[in-house]
């Protein structure tokens, strides 16, 4: 925004006559709080979501009361401010950050505007695991009732489903059929005897390809001759494969259009899958291994393939350096975070190309039961490579797949310790990568004896780790991570059955010692909230005013 549009708008907000949903004014004169700048982002998001406005906005350096110019020293570094973006975006939901941060110098003082926008349909936006909103002008968790009304405004059409009508099985490439013929009947072996008898359009149909025998745009995507691309036009089914070198220069290319059941196949043939050889290290390490696991190559096109945003009218790409693979198709990461499909290990509840994702799943192309994901980071975790990387950002998800040893310690540690979690490696796998940890990923990481340092340039105590055994990492683990929320639960209940009628903060004071040591002292209070509510909503326990607690 020009300098003199933006003096508009902040004369317009502050000639309101009290702050709405979508605005907030801070005085912030020497700086201003990391987490609850966060919390505000998730509210401001959401509320401009619920309130139908493309953006909000939070502005620093203005009295609330009065609405006077004071002044901001927030971050006076521009880099600094800048940082900000992606802080926010590795807390939030998608990653979803400010539109931009400006900057203002008016004679009165310095005035920053941040400009929030708003939770996309379908989707609340959370900071740091939890969604907020506003009680008026209060901050305040988001209630169960908001979240639903935003989730419900999925789009529940799907694309991929879509009969077209000019469409018919001679526009199918016959070669595909036969091959998804053989991939059904290995998926469904109780069924091979029985879809030999079946024609064509009997077993698309069965597949769930086709609809009454009518052709759909998933049939032209996944076994569609390459001239019948034209039917989901101005979408795309294609793959492009590139080749780089060194210095980032294209070497080779190659382009798969549909059918992509049989595109996946050739496109793989084209990656050099070289051997790895280890420094060795003792008995630890293997001679060598394959760069990468085949699966992961083949989950990561067939992930791409199945939510790609096809309404984007672009390409999937796989591109191959030296010693990384990177895929990427166009498209919000749905599941909201790569670390939520990690720790759930479930299906998702809402799929971009359902009709696809089905389709795929029948012809053994993809697992819709939310393991791939998982696999492909395992796979990693036995080569003692990289996890994956997932980017969310700018409406597409890009996967790397690194395939050597990035950090000899990091190695060693997964290697001397096969009890790790996943989700211990993952947030290990952040310090060798240099990422920035949160307090509390330090502390846990610490506490485990797996890195030593000063904030930020922690590095990985391979030494330590191997000091310890696997019995002190399970009690270490317990003791920071914690236990599931229905242990949680379950003691509030026997607190309240043993005790009556208790004070918010006498439950508090039950729980403290017992929540994970992971946490802060904000994400216990909030632990402590969601606990309560979700007993409440049940209908197991109700509040009688002023924060007293009882069974019902």
């Not at 700086?31 to 509320?47: I, P, R, T």
């Not at 004679?107 to 609340?124: C, D, H, Y």
């Not at 008995?283 to 990468?292: G, R, W």
């Not at 000063?454 to 055994?469: G, Q, V």
Request: glycine share 6%; charged share 30%; with cysteine.
């Amino acid at each position: 925004m020009a300098a003199s549009e933006l003096l508009q708008k902040l004369n317009e907000l502050r000639g309101l006559p009290a702050e709405t949903e979508v605005f907030e004014f801070k005085e912030a004169k020497n700086g201003y709080d990391f987490s609850k700048l966060g919390k505000y982002f998730s509210a401001l998001s959401n509320e401009a979501n619920l309130k139908g406005k493309p953006h909000a906005w939070l502005v620093f350096g203005i009295k609330d009361k009065g609405r006077t110019i004071v002044g901001s020293r927030f971050r006076p570094n521009r880099n600094d401010l800048d940082s900000l973006k992606g802080e926010i975006a590795s807390k939030t939901t998608n990653r979803i950050t400010f539109i931009e941060i400006y900057e203002m110098l008016l004679p009165e003082g310095r005035v920053l505007m941040f400009q929030i926008p708003a939770a996309p349909k379908g989707l609340p936006i959370a900071f740091d695991g939890h969604y907020y909103g506003r009680d008026g002008e209060e901050l305040s968790p988001l209630n169960l009732e908001e979240i639903e009304r935003i989730r419900s405004q999925a789009i529940i059409d799907d694309w991929s489903a879509a009969i077209l009508s000019n469409a018919t099985i001679e526009d199918l490439d016959p070669s595909a059929i036969t091959k998804a013929r053989e991939n059904y009947k290995n998926k469904f072996p109780e069924k091979a005897a029985e879809v030999d008898t079946w024609d064509d359009i009997t077993f698309l149909n069965k597949a769930k390809i086709t609809i009454k025998g009518k052709i759909t745009r998933a049939a032209i995507i996944l076994l569609g001759k390459g001239e019948s691309e034209h039917f989901i036009n101005p979408a795309e089914a294609k793959i492009r494969w590139v080749l780089k070198d060194t210095k980032g220069n294209d070497k080779d290319y190659h382009i798969e259009s549909c059918p992509l059941f049989l595109a996946v196949d050739k496109i793989y043939a084209k990656i050099r899958n070289l051997k790895y050889r280890y420094i060795k290290d003792g008995t630890l390490f293997p001679d060598e291994v394959d760069q990468y696991e085949p699966f992961v190559i083949r989950e990561a096109i067939n992930n791409c393939i199945a939510h790609q945003d096809y309404t984007k009218g672009g390409r999937i790409n796989v591109v191959e350096m030296e010693d990384q693979l990177v895929f990427t198709n166009l498209g919000s990461f749905i599941p909201g975070s790569v670390e939520k499909v990690i720790t759930e290990d479930a299906p998702e509840e809402h799929y971009r190309n359902r009709f696809l994702a089905t389709a795929m799943f029948n012809l053994k192309m993809v697992d819709t039961a939310g393991g791939g994901i998982r696999k492909m980071f395992n796979y990693q975790r036995e080569r003692f490579f990289p996890m994956p990387e997932y980017d969310l950002s700018g409406e597409k998800v890009k996967v790397t797949v690194i395939g050597k040893v990035l950090d000899m310690d990091f190695a060693k540690v997964l290697a001397r310790n096969p009890s790790l979690s996943l989700e211990q490696i993952i947030i290990l796998d952040k310090v060798q990568k240099r990422k920035r940890l949160t307090e509390g990923e330090a502390n846990y990481l610490k506490g485990l004896g797996l890195i030593e340092g000063r904030k930020p340039n922690y590095i990985i105590s391979a030494k330590i780790a191997a000091s310890l055994s696997n019995e002190d990492l399970k009690a270490q683990y317990i003791k920071h991570r914690g236990l599931d929320d229905e242990h949680y639960k379950k003691l509030i209940i026997e607190y309240l059955t043993k005790f009556g009628k208790s004070h918010r903060k006498e439950l508090e004071q039950f729980l403290w010692t017992k929540l994970p040591d992971i946490l802060t002292e904000n994400q216990k209070k909030n632990k402590v909230t969601n606990l309560l509510s979700a007993l409440r909503i049940s209908g197991k326990i109700k509040n009688s005013g002023y924060s007293e607690w009882s069974l019902v």
